[in-house]
């Protein structure tokens, strides 16, 4: 059985409200003007660093290198600072996951978003136990969409299939590297239409994931 990779953020949990506070939390404290939900949306899906420096970017404050890399971690910190309670998953996440896991899927995470926050909004939903490997942004010296990221969930799966869930172009792109099938699931934060992402299924409703699974391998 191919193992079931799935990305985070707009995947199984909207973050973005999360990330919208810790964003504007960050701007502020830097004396800039905040941004709307939706442009941090769309700043979403390269990373913690990506995100950062089109923060800056779009506040007429570009940065980049080590200068980047600083203003990367201090918004990781006040990202990681935040109470819980903002992030959820999409409705029916859990009870798909356990009825995955109960038919002896293994199940894998890979997201940019780094590790140590991916672990933290897995362990706060309950959802840790489901996942047997979990790639984040700082895991490997490459982020998606290199293909390197999904191999070593597969690998640390030790499965030789896969397929990816996501909901992003950057997903699509991933698993068009890895050579993999790619569910995408529409409700997140993808910046094209749906139809001009290549995919091999696509859902909108976790409750329509178990067809949707069956149509890539009928
Ligand atoms: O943190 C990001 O930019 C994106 O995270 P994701 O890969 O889970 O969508
Ligand atoms: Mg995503």
Redesign the pocket.
Known sequence: MAALVF?????LVDSAPELHKAANAFLAEKGLPVQTLDAVKSF?????V??TERLLAAAGQPAEGAALDAQAKRFVEIYAALPPGDTVTYPGVPQELARLAGQGHRMGIC???PAGPTRAILDALGLAKYFGAVVG?DSLDVQ?PDRRMMIEVADRLGSKTALLV???E?DAATALAANVPFILFTEGYRKRPAAEIPHDAVFARWADFPDTLRRVYL
Do not use: E, F, W
């Not at 990305?7 to 995947?11: A, E, F, I, P, V």
């Open positions: 990305d985070l953020d707009g995947t979403v899906g390269n990373g913690a990506k995100l997201t940019n978003k942004g998606k996501g909901d992003s950057v």
